[in-house]
């Protein structure tokens, strides 16, 4: 049972690496991504380095994209029959086609002029990979950290999924609409756009991907942290009790070891909050511009399936309702799976930052008072003991940090609201909203 478990597990990691591989392979060739790994390592970091073959590549498919974009709205503009029939269809439409290039066009210049800080910052979390294997002491804990957990496996997996699901509604137009057999240029053009739109996804995945590794080393540090915390109390114990001056000096030294081992893991921990913050950072653009393409085309998507089942015009043109569209119905499900995907995993980023001040509080209420300087100094908590006399107030380093990011932390997109799971009801209700006033248009519109 165990070495079938561990086959399993095995396969999975490998077909996840499969699938990371390929994702990173396709963000170069949308221009995305120009990083290469140099074959020979000295200190055995396998940093990236920007690559200036790619990143000309990034630039020219900038250009591209630029140049063809007003074309190819033309073309949809005047050869997309759906959109011509009914002069709100051909409002909604374009709306989607402009907002579509638009974001397209932002997350390209975003990303192409930003590869050296994306870069840096994917070097600076393998060197807090580095530091934390360094830190681990024990086999059971390096060796979990040295896979994603399963979760992680399953939310790769689920983004692949989605992402490959969200071609299905531009194959539906390219088989069910007569002019994409009729002018190459239409088929090209809307070829094109789901070109922009994979852009889109693409970098969703590379952000969720950073999100990912990032839970990753946090989740074990703060595995370290209940370990170390534990271990300084197992000792404390230990001095408590009568044993020789030698044995003494013994636990003394190891909780000056363990005073040195947290302050260690608070430098990483401080990394990862700062590497936390600026992948929001660097991805603020293109998050926004996938929230609001994803929102916009869900609007869309759920007017026109009301149109052409409900609308007075489409039945007096037709005579019946259009028959349920399955590939639009699977692109619209896809796209919310991605944005819930990032959403969720946003906010748990946030809930692990949260556990380590949680471990952190209560390894520091069950340390006595009398241990080491060194570790009473490190660990950092606010521990207030009445005494008749006087009132002692520790104040330390590690727990003032952790509380002041607690306030100043947030995830956001461009500053404009946080990525936490109050954004999914925001959007299934701005979707609601927006539904209904486009249905009242209708309704005053084609009486």
């Known amino acids: 049972m165990m070495l079938r478990l561990h086959s399993a597990h095995l396969l999975l990691h490998l077909l996840t690496s499969g699938m990371l591989r390929a994702l990173l392979l396709l963000s170069q060739l949308l221009g995305l991504m120009a990083a290469t790994r140099p074959p020979s390592m000295t200190d055995g970091l ?21 140049c063809y974009s007003p074309y190819a709205f033309y073309i949809v503009y005047t050869r997309m029959d759906f959109l011509r029939q009914n002069r709100l269809l051909l409002i909604v439409g374009c709306h989607r086609y402009a907002l579509l290039l638009c974001a397209a066009l932002v997350t390209l210049y975003s990303h192409t002029t930003r590869q050296l800080g994306i870069i840096a910052w994917v070097n600076r979390l393998i060197w807090c990979r580095h530091q934390l294997f360094v830190l681990l002491h024990t086999t059971r804990l390096q060796e979990a950290a040295r896979v994603l957990h399963t979760r992680d496996h399953l939310t790769i997996y689920t983004l692949a999924l989605s992402i490959v699901c969200s071609c299905s509604y531009t194959m539906f137009i390219l088989q069910k609409d007569p002019m994409a057999q009729r002018s190459p240029m239409y088929f090209c053009s809307v070829l094109f756009f789901y070109g922009c739109q994979l852009s889109l996804q693409v970098c969703l995945g590379l952000y969720l991907l950073g999100l990912l590794l990032i839970s990753h080393l946090s989740h074990h540090s703060n595995l370290l942290l209940a370990q170390i915390l534990a271990d300084a109390v197992n000792i404390q114990h230990a001095l408590l009790a009568r044993c020789l001056p030698s044995r003494r000096r013994l636990h003394e030294a190891q909780q000056n070891w363990l005073a040195l081992e947290l302050w260690r893991l608070w430098r990483l921990h401080g990394q990862l909050v700062q590497l936390s913050s600026r992948l929001c950072l660097l991805n603020g653009i293109q998050l926004l511009a996938f ?17 052409v089942t409900f609308s007075r015009w489409w039945l007096r043109k037709f005579g019946k309702p259009a028959p349920w569209n399955p590939q639009g119905t699977i692109f619209t499900v896809s796209l919310f799976v991605q944005l819930t995907l990032v959403v969720v995993q946003t906010h748990r980023l946030r809930q692990l930052f949260k556990t380590t001040r949680r471990t952190l509080r209560e390894g520091a209420l069950a340390l006595p008072a009398d241990c080491s300087k060194a570790l009473r100094q490190t660990v950092g908590y606010y521990a207030r003991i009445e005494i008749p006399w006087q009132t002692l107030i520790i104040l330390h380093l590690y727990g003032l940090h952790l509380q002041l990011n607690e306030r100043v932390f947030n995830l956001t997109a461009c500053g404009l609201f946080e990525l936490n799971n109050g954004l999914l009801f925001g959007i299934v209700q701005t979707i609601i909203i927006y539904t209904m006033i486009l249905i009242q248009f209708d309704k005053i519109m084609n009486r």
Do not use: D
């Open 46 to 66: 396998e940093r990236l380095q920007c690559s200036t073959y790619w990143r000309l590549y990034g630039y020219l498919v900038l250009l591209l994209v630029l």
């Open 291 to 307: 929230v609001v393409f994803a929102s916009t085309e869900l609007v869309m998507h759920s007017f026109f399936s009301y149109f």
